[in-house]
């Protein structure tokens, strides 16, 4: 069953934003280089977790978006767009990692990948994705016929994606006035409080101040300096 495996930022400035989430999160950054493409990469111990790419295209603001694993990606992207998503870029092949990938908006234009690369997902960089949906029962039944999600309540008006394991995902109603969906991706740190005034010392800004819920932990949204959100969370055992 499919989950996900791989994140991405979209940034309209790739020096800072490189240089925010590095020197915020203690990370490397590795960069792969095909041709003229560069492709930087958050990189923790041996494993790389996450990369940048350049906006290009006008109108469109910073974000995070995840990958989610799936063994064919031409047959993905054909099941996600007979299901109403559209096809932003790919299928591609990248044969120097053995990887193929796809862009993709979902009907409610929330931005997602799909990859294959017979790797396992990185861990302990990144702790949780959440998507915000105008209409949280049409994104469920999206996900669900795409990759065989299922959705289960947790608490009031939130509920977790599984893939027959483990929850990996939230879903809930966006609450901030937008009209496309987004995902919003948590990284996982030991001190929610100290990443917060450490973002905010680099230029970032508050969406939601840190708060602690029982049997969670303790966590705040932020923006970073251009403009995109991401979550922080540190596990209520930390």
């Known amino acids: ?15 800072g934003a490189t240089g925010f989430y590095t020197e915020l999160l203690g990370l490397e950054l590795e960069t792969a280089e095909t041709g003229d493409f560069e492709y ?19 109108g469109v603001p910073s ?8 063994e064919d990606v031409d047959g993905a992207v054909d099941a996600a767009r007979a299901k109403g998503a559209a096809l932003y870029t790919g299928p591609t092949e990248v044969p120097e990692a053995s990887l193929r990938f796809a862009c993709l908006g979902d009907p409610q234009r929330a931005s997602f990948g799909v990859m294959s690369w017979g790797q396992e997902p990185p861990t302990g ?36 994606f599984n893939a027959g394991g483990d929850p990996f995902a939230g879903l809930m109603q966006e609450r901030g006035g937008s009209r496309v969906a987004y995902w919003l991706t948590y990284f996982a740190v030991d001190d929610t409080d100290a990443i917060v005034a450490k973002a905010m010392e680099l230029g970032a800004g508050v969406i939601l101040p840190p708060e ?24 209520a055992s930390s």
């Open 212 to 235: 602690s819920m029982e049997n969670v932990g303790r966590y705040a949204v932020l923006t970073d300096p251009t403009g995109a959100a991401f979550g922080i969370h540190q596990t």
């Open 125 to 160: 960089v990144f702790a949780w994705d959440e998507l915000h949906a105008p209409e949280p029962d049409a994104a469920a039944r999206f996900y669900g016929g795409a990759f065989g999600w299922a959705d289960e309540p947790f608490v009031e008006e939130y509920r977790m």
């Open 1 to 15: 069953m499919s989950a996900i495996t791989w994140h991405e930022l979209i940034t309209t400035d790739m020096e």
């Open 40 to 58: 930087p990469m958050l990189k923790k111990g041996d494993r790389t977790h996450a990369g940048f790419v350049k906006q290009l295209m006008e």
């Open 63 to 70: 974000h995070w978006y995840p990958y989610v694993a799936v």
